[in-house]
């Protein structure tokens, strides 16, 4: 899917002359970087409390490069940490990206993946502040360092979940999973003939949410503006089910969900039917949505439950219960965690 | 070299099992750290200015498994990132560690590994605060992320040298890559016939500089003592002829050294001259060695002449004027980076 006219051997360049290359795009925007790229470390000067969190992305594990173009690769690299500031209320501003690339990666490759995260970037408005480039003996990987900055009392932990708590979650889920079965359909059908075109039409919206998530910084403009401090928040990147329990368990308490509250979008809903899956377990399952998950003080019902891209799903609910599905028709269902393992033996 | 009598599968503990085995045995000990592992992100609480660095360790490219015990590869890890906030003249005080491993790697050698890395925290007094691990379809892969903290006035950066400023440099140079050409020599015995027991008698020193670096923490607290704020720093990772051009480059100056003035141990020079070669090409182009290269003022010289570790080896020249070495015959010899480059075709 990704073609170029011109190959640059990265060979050619050398470690420096790719760190230069890639560096001389970068644009610093904020205050608090004192110095960028180009000497041992890079100098921050933040004023308030400093959120720090970090993701790897390997090749064959989390990422197809037969079906993903390196420059949404970049900006989801970019995106994924970002999620994890939101998370925790926070206001993602520095970056450091690290990547390790295989001999048959030329330099206009390399060029793409850092198109993506830039753009991700200038998006987010992130100062690129460093990173390491190495050549492997195998596939690619990229690491990831993200930092934000946050007021003390803005925290939001995955713990501080109260019985009674409503349990929130932004936009809609389970799409990006689907987008996945999409793509791997397609790459199969394609090694079986490869003279086959890939059938994505009317996808657009899932494949998306798959190759170019977005992290919710609006949602957390929005929580602010409303003076509303989650009591916990998690990002949706294993699964609802799994970010749930997180919640619950690390707070010593249980919640119940409705599933005809759940947000799913009409297209998740009709692909999940095409492959003859539940919507509601690719929802609860599913990952990669980035959405944020976060709990609110009963007090707070009335100013959030107007507005857009935010769900009331359910509550917390006492000590040592567990998490509960309460089905369309009535029925209760224990919720067990289908978070994604990358050390399973598929 | 390295064996277990015990295996545990790691797909036997999922994800989760693994981060929550491998951390339980973290102590925080600094006040900045608000909170450490366990939520979507770190918080500190840096009072000063922050730096930040980051560096990626590649199996088949930075480090060999044949040879290299993972416990000292987890302290090297540590350390070479340590290395870095030193050559700002700061503090490293909090390191993420992430590592991407194939299932070859059973849970006692992934505790193998973090052994090395929770002795280097320990000795350097640094907190893990986070990380992430993940399998790989093939080799390993580490990359930390390190934190420290610097009072603006002390930030020493690579550009800051001026004309007559003393060059120093701390410990001896080429020993680490004496090191890891005994190591080679011995791997290729190994492998034309595994009968013959390794010869690494008597090699202890360089064989520790390789496997076992330190990085330059005591030096940094030196120089405050004395109130030197080096106008120029930079660590030795590629090599000294490397560094010295980055600093002389991006200090828009020139550099002399002298060949005499070179510290190097004496096991360092034979095991060089046993292998047929030069001594100060070994020392000039060998990486690895993670001991501090800066430039002082004129006037620090009576301070700093007698400090045991500290070696001035020349003076910055005039702008536009590029390194040279002056041999022990007296010649004078232009500088060329022999640095490292891990994308290079070999």
Known sequence: ??????????????EFGLI?????????????????VGDDAAVLNYKKHTLISTDMLV????????????????????????????????????ITVSIGISNRFSLEAVEEFYSGVLLACEKYKIDLIGGDTSSTPGGMFISITVLGEIEPTQITYRN????????????????????LQILEREKSVYKSNPAIQPDLEGKDYILERQLKPEARTDMVQVLSKLKIVPTAMIDISDGLASELMHIAEQSGLGCVIYEDKLPIDPLTYETAREFKLDPTTCLLSGGEDYELLFTIQQKHFEAIKNIKEISII???????????LISKGGQKHKITAQGWNSFANN
């Open 1 to 14: 899917m990704f073609e170029n006219s011109e190959r640059t051997e990265i060979s050619k360049l050398g």
């Open 20 to 36: 230069k290359h890639i560096t001389q795009k970068i644009k610093l925007n904020h205050p608090e970087t004192i110095k960028g």
């Open 59 to 94: 090749e064959g594990i989390h990422f197809d490069l037969t079906y993903t173009p390196l420059k949404h690769l970049g900006y989801k690299s970019v995106v994924v940490n970002v999620s994890d500031i939101c998370a925790m209320n926070g206001i993602a501003k520095h």
């Open 160 to 179: 501080g979940a109260n019985e009674n708590d409503l349990i929130c979650v932004t936009g809609d889920l389970g799409a990006a999973y689907m987008g």
């Open 314 to 324: 359910g509550h917390i609910t006492e000590a040592n219960d567990t998490c509960h």
